[in-house]
């Protein structure tokens, strides 16, 4: 896919609000923000594919943090901008000395459905859909189509403040041995990464919290 798909995605989250306007106005429209911390894990890749060391190699578990824009359409559900990033390395045990760091960056549009009316909590599950983007130190960047879904509890705090615990996942597909992170110095070009399927999965753990107005 393109670098240009974080802007692409811009594009998609315009036309997404666009077309939940109406719908939401219909039902006393309101947003919320959101932010949330999560650790995460997964990201399985194949490093020196076709030689004698070829090996998978993983991304190492560590924190990740994101941002949520939500346009609601009944109260309900809502429409969803999702933004998350993850700053990690492959793993110095699968790869060795020098392993170098990744960034893991997912930019989505979807939606959440709320479910129950027990007023210390609701349960919550969102789908979204856009690109995942990952990019090694010193080499070029990895950018596909990706999903994700999650579910998790909202717990009210006042009434436009809540606090969300949940669980995500995200899956990226990527052409089956399609080489990654390639850089070409002084006319000579390599590749540190080669998919080692058809896609790449992760998964967090989150809690964060919602604004509504």
């Known amino acids: 896919m393109s670098q ?25 429209s309101r947003l919320e923000v959101g932010a949330f911390g999560a650790w995460r894990l997964g990201g399985e890749f194949t490093a020196g594919a076709d030689t004698p060391a070829e090996r998978e190699v993983d991304l190492e578990e560590s924190g990740s943090w994101g941002l949520s824009l939500g346009l609601y359409r009944d109260p309900d559900s809502f429409y969803e901008f999702l933004y998350s ?3 990690t390395r492959l793993d110095r045990g699968d790869f060795g000395p020098g392993a170098p760091g990744i960034s893991a960056e997912y930019y989505h549009v979807g939606g959440t459905l709320l479910f129950g009316d027990e007023p210390r909590y609701r349960s919550f599950v969102s ?4 690109a995942g983007r990952f990019k090694a130190d010193g080499f070029g960047a990895e950018t596909d189509l990706s999903v994700s879904l999650g579910t998790g509890l909202r717990v009210p705090v006042t009434e436009r403040l809540a606090i969300d615990f949940g669980v ?46």
């Open 85 to 87: 990033r993850q700053s």
């Open 127 to 130: 789908l979204t859909i856009g």
């Open 168 to 213: 995500r996942g995200y899956l990226t597909f990527i052409d089956q041995d399609t080489r990654l992170f390639c850089t070409s110095i002084g006319g000579q070009g390599g590749c540190l990464l080669e998919s080692s399927g058809s896609s790449v999965f992760q998964a967090e753990a989150s809690a964060g919290f919602r604004w509504r107005f």
């Open 4 to 28: 240009q798909a974080p802007k692409s995605i811009s594009w998609m989250v315009a036309a997404a609000l666009v077309v939940a306007a109406p719908a939401a106005t219909a039902a006393e």
